[in-house]
Nanobody, 116 residues
């Protein structure tokens, strides 16, 4: 079955960096576009980054463009999110997502807290 496991979250000071990783299994990772989303307390889950199956194209939400970088390693079945210049408003639970046969699959999420 499809499984996504996020890791790498934690507490970081404003202006700092953090790298999240999502380990995928149970499907053909190399043929699947992947996305990262986040959900802040009291807010709806929002899309923040997307990468094509080969990693040749990426897209970002305006709120993270220029600060976050999505990448993938199809040999390791992982998709990463490098986050820099972090702001308190980046505090959220971060999720990776894949859509297979029209159905969305999510990981359990990893908490990122940006605070001094």
């Amino acid at each position: 079955q499809v499984q996504l496991v996020e890791s790498g979250g934690g507490l970081v000071q404003p202006g700092g960096s953090l790298r999240l990783s999502c380990a995928a299994s149970g499907f053909t990772f190399s043929s699947s576009p992947m996305s990262w989303y986040r959900q802040a307390p009291g807010k709806e889950r929002e899309w923040i980054a997307y990468i094509t199956s080969a990693g040749s194209r990426t897209k970002y939400a305006d709120s993270v463009k220029g600060r976050f970088t999505i990448s993938r390693d199809n040999a390791k079945n992982t998709v990463d999110l490098q986050m820099s210049s972090l702001k308190p408003e980046d505090t959220a639970v971060y999720y990776c997502k894949v859509v297979r046969e029209g159905l969305p699959y999510w990981g359990q999420g990893t908490q990122v807290t940006v605070s001094s």
